[in-house]
């Protein structure tokens, strides 16, 4: 244990933090393609996990089963209350109704009155912009997104061609595409949101506009939020309002999927096979407090080790005329009341003496 102690100040502690990036790129063959193919159903692949409940299905980058796969992300799609979608007569339609205000509830959050807030296409909540009644939400697995996705780094590609092909051969209905990024987010983001900041989402491609608001992103989250309009506004025609997406083996849009049938059939038609990449950054903070632990001249010269002395004689001074010296290796980080925090261990010994000063640098990362 140490005998000998000195005081660090404010001056000698400051604080970092360090933001690192991962690049995260997710194709659509392991999305729907790599454990499919024409041989299974589509919904059936051993990589995309139902569940009785039918609320949402995962997805992973090997088969569900095995010790080595990965949760990628869960999808699953829902309406408000009071869209034009909703009615008793719907496929889920009490599910899809729980699914939106959940989200929306947890992203959105509550207005003054107590009422959950919708998704709104300009992030403006407040205000009468245009809300996304109808979404479909992809909850991103916190293995991928760490602590959360970096500003500016998300694009998605997705299918957009009217054709359909139901196997894993031609894809036909990769044959135009929509891009889907959150454009200047990294200077433009909104912060309104209980869960931290969110972007929006834009699209463009030769089916829509360049520059068409799409959806929500939420970064610490890990969400994006899409609105039906997607696949239900632009067709390969490019026509607004034409909804000529064929999602299966006849023509349909989000909103046929949305009313007539189940949350699985909806993730699987209208996102997992048109998915043709989707990539983002992740970032892990890395926060840092440094202590400069300064040995002036006249300090640490002397060692607390008892094997410092023989016979009550340095063993490292030939002649009583020589300069203390000592060898440093290890700096304790001790709390006010003497009681051992962290241990630092120098790379090789330094030797101290009444001629020189030491500044230590230990670096704690949390």
């Given amino acids: 244990m140490a005998a000998t102690f000195k005081t660090l100040d404010n001056k000698d502690i400051t604080n970092t933090r360090t933001l690192l990036h991962e690049s995260i790129p997710i194709t659509g063959t392991i999305v729907s393609g790599t454990y499919g193919g024409a041989t299974v159903a589509l919904g059936s692949e051993p990589n995309i996990k139902t569940y009785s409940h039918g609320m949402f299905e ?25 869209s034009v979608l909703s009615g008793a007569a719907q496929t889920q339609n009490a599910k899809k109704i729980n699914i939106y205000n959940q989200m929306a509830a947890v992203l959105m959050g509550h207005d003054v009155s107590g009422n959950i807030q919708k998704f709104d296409e300009d992030g403006n909540i407040a205000g009468g912009g245009t809300k996304l009644d109808s979404c479909m939400f992809v909850n991103f697995a916190r293995l991928l997104t760490k602590d959360e996705i970096k500003k500016g780094s998300f694009s998605l590609q997705l299918g957009a ?40 989402l834009y699209g463009s491609g030769s089916v829509m506009p360049a520059s068409t608001p799409v959806g929500l992103l939420f ?45 699985d059939a ?20 890395l926060n840092s407090t440094i202590y400069f632990c300064r040995a002036d001249n006249s300090e640490f010269n002397y060692s607390s080790n008892p094997t410092y002395l023989s016979a009550s004689k ?53």
């Fill in 58 to 82: 995962s997805v992973y980058d090997y088969p569900y089963l095995s010790s080595s796969a990965n949760h990628i992300f869960d999808l699953t799609v829902g309406y408000s209350s009071d």
């Fill in 161 to 200: 061609s009217a054709s359909f092909d139901s196997g894993s051969t031609n894809r036909t209905e990769m044959n135009s595409l929509i891009t889907i990024a959150d454009t200047n987010a990294a200077t433009s983001f909104k912060v309104n949101s209980p869960t931290g900041e969110y972007g929006i």
């Fill in 219 to 263: 970064y610490q989250a890990g969400v994006a939020v899409l609105t039906s309009s997607i696949w239900d506004t632009y067709g390969s025609d490019g026509a607004a309002g034409s909804g000529t997406m064929d999602m299966s083996s006849s023509t349909n849009s989000l909103t046929n999927f949305l009313t007539g049938a189940t949350i």
């Fill in 266 to 285: 909806a993730a699987d038609y209208a996102f997992r096979h048109r998915l043709y990449n989707l990539s983002f950054n992740n970032t892990t903070e």
């Fill in 314 to 366: 340095m063993r490292v001074k030939n002649t009583t005329t020589d300069d203390p010296v000592s060898y440093m290796t290890t700096v304790g980080l001790y709390s006010p009341d003497n009681e051992l925090l962290a241990v630092a261990k120098l790379s090789e010994p330094l030797k101290k003496t009444p001629t020189n000063e030491l500044t230590l640098r230990v670096r704690l990362d949390y």
